[in-house]
């Protein structure tokens, strides 16, 4: 009985954080309102404590450590723009799937490009939008200039370069309020 009483006073609790950040997107700027969802998806996620429901062929769904914190991940990116580095790129499902890390970029001393510092630790699987758009500059992409290409021609592009390559590569990366990509832009490195 006692964590029934917790739980209402947490859901009443979140409920009352949602309406008050509801309340302050209205001032905000064009962009707040993506921000204030994304926390308010996170707050609703972080508290629900009841045991995910079996898949509907009876199993149970996947609780890994390693899905655990690649959707936590996917969430703490929710409605943000990340610089990372991409390992791999597959397609599945219906979706493309991609491979990343944080990474830093700094302005190329000499020229008007990029130098890519690579990130340190995992790398976490995030899934794109179908509508996501990707946009690639050299080497990955045929020109200077960032143009617009399938998915399918990035991930093709991708996979076709040896991994050392993939490392000295960046992106910035756009996010939902759910954690799904919905753009991908190389950087320029000569």
Same mark, same amino acid.
């Given at each position: ?34 921000? $204030?969802? *994304? %926390?308010?998806? /996170?707050? @609703? ?7 995910? !429901?079996?898949?509907? &062929? #009876? ?12 959707? $936590?991940? *996917? %969430?703490?990116? /929710?409605? @943000? ?7 791999? !790129?597959?397609?599945? &499902? #219906? ?75 960046g992106y910035d990366l756009s996010f939902d309020g759910q954690g799904r990509v919905t753009r991908v832009q ?5």
């Amino acid at each position: 009985m006692r964590v029934a009483h917790r739980r209402t006073t947490t859901v009443r609790c979140l409920t009352a954080l949602t309406v008050g950040l509801l309340a302050l997107t209205g001032c905000g700027g064009p962009d707040d309102g993506q921000a $204030a969802a *994304a %926390a308010t998806a /996170a707050a @609703t996620a972080s508290v629900t404590s009841e045991a995910p !429901a079996p898949s509907p &062929d #009876g199993t149970a769904p996947s609780t890994s450590p390693s899905a655990t914190a690649a959707s $936590a991940t *996917a %969430a703490r990116w /929710a409605g @943000t723009k990340q610089f990372v580095q991409i390992d791999d !790129a597959r397609t599945g &499902d #219906g979706r493309t799937y991609l491979s990343v890390r944080p990474a830093e970029k700094k302005p190329h001393p000499q020229f008007e490009a990029w130098v890519i510092v690579p990130g340190k630790g995992p790398y976490t699987e995030v899934s794109m939008t179908e509508d996501a758009q990707v946009l690639l500059s050299v080497p990955l992409g045929d020109a200077k200039h960032p143009a617009a290409y399938a998915q399918d021609e990035f991930v093709s592009r991708l996979t076709a370069r040896p991994s050392s390559d993939r490392a000295l590569l960046g992106y910035d990366l756009s996010f939902d309020g759910q954690g799904r990509v919905t753009r991908v832009q190389s950087l320029y490195t000569p």
